[in-house]
């Protein structure tokens, strides 16, 4: 039996995805990989696979109104399904598209809703991108980005010495491909065992040809840094080797993601939808281990 063979098996039958991903790694995304984000919506001449929606923040606003409307805690407890089921109650009034869960394993979605997972430290990193004097400039992202630090600090206490803010405000440094990809790297090496580590994104995101063969609908899912038209777009294989894979052992990794094409950013392999009737988490569709297993350089033959 070859070692694809033998680490699928694993994977399947113990539920096991610490073999490859050491991290727990979660993800709220706001819409599918083939649906666009109604916060970046209506942007015409944004020059982009797919361009579409109008500014705003409606992932994270929903959230927002599930987990601390009026700056309130809930008095109940929330599951993870219920939070996602929440969310797209209040897109539905408006919006079309279907928040989803992902994780690196098959996480339990009755159980409560929280970003943190020990009792280490407690880390951020907060990415908002208004693409200011560009085309497609957004107006909501750097809010999405502060009402996120605030729901962070009075709900699950982080500290403000613990966030870093990557924003093109004039204030931060800005949210540039080298930023990013470097803000991964500091967040990454900071992190060690029982801590929790949330990671938000506000912006554009989007979808170049895949160049890896190992996506099965032929696109790699993108994040668009402010200065996507010189150093391009962040690839997901790109956020899967700088940020998921190399993250330590039993860290908490909580991903907000509030784009466009962004259900499969992080490429992992276990997803749940909020209103498609689902009630556990269940592998991506036409997710494939062989390629999964390829993205983080083992081959069959080792």
Do not use: W
Not at 87 to 108: C, F, G, K, N
Not at 261 to 277: N, R, V
């Amino acid at each position: 039996m070859g070692l694809f063979s033998r680490l699928r098996e694993k994977l399947e039958s113990l539920d096991d995805e610490k073999v490859v991903i050491k991290a727990d790694v979660r993800m709220i995304s706001g819409c599918m990989d083939a649906q666009t984000s109604a916060d970046v919506s209506n942007v015409d001449d944004f020059q982009l696979p797919d361009p579409a929606g109008k500014p705003g923040g409606a992932c994270t606003s929903a959230l927002l109104k599930v987990l601390y409307d009026e700056e309130k805690t809930p008095t109940d407890d929330l599951t993870f399904s219920e939070v996602l089921e929440q969310m797209r109650t209040v897109l539905d009034e408006e919006y079309e598209q279907i928040p989803q869960l992902s994780s690196s394993h098959a996480l339990d979605v009755s159980t409560p809703f929280t970003v943190v997972g020990g009792e280490g430290t407690k880390r951020a990193l907060l990415i908002g991108i208004n693409y200011i004097g560009q085309n497609g400039e957004l107006s909501g992202c750097h809010n999405d980005a502060l009402r996120i630090k605030k729901y962070l600090m009075d709900v699950y206490g982080y500290e403000e010495e613990n966030f870093t803010y990557l924003m093109d405000n004039g204030v931060y440094d800005d949210p540039t491909y080298d930023n990013i990809l470097a803000a991964f790297d500091d967040i990454v090496a900071k992190s060690e065992a029982g801590d929790s580590v949330f990671v938000h994104y506000s912006g554009h995101g989007g979808f170049l040809a895949d160049d890896s063969c190992d996506e099965e609908d032929g696109k790699d899912e993108t994040l668009i840094p402010v200065n996507y038209t010189e150093a391009g777009q962040i690839r997901d294989d790109t956020v899967f080797n700088r940020l998921v894979l190399p993250m330590a052992d039993d860290v908490t990794l909580t991903c907000l993601m509030d784009c466009c094409h962004s259900g499969t950013i992080l490429d992992l392999p276990y997803k749940f939808k909020a209103g498609m009737g689902e009630s556990v988490m269940s592998l991506q569709p036409g997710f494939r281990f062989d390629n999964f297993f390829r993205k983080i350089g083992l081959s069959d033959e080792e």
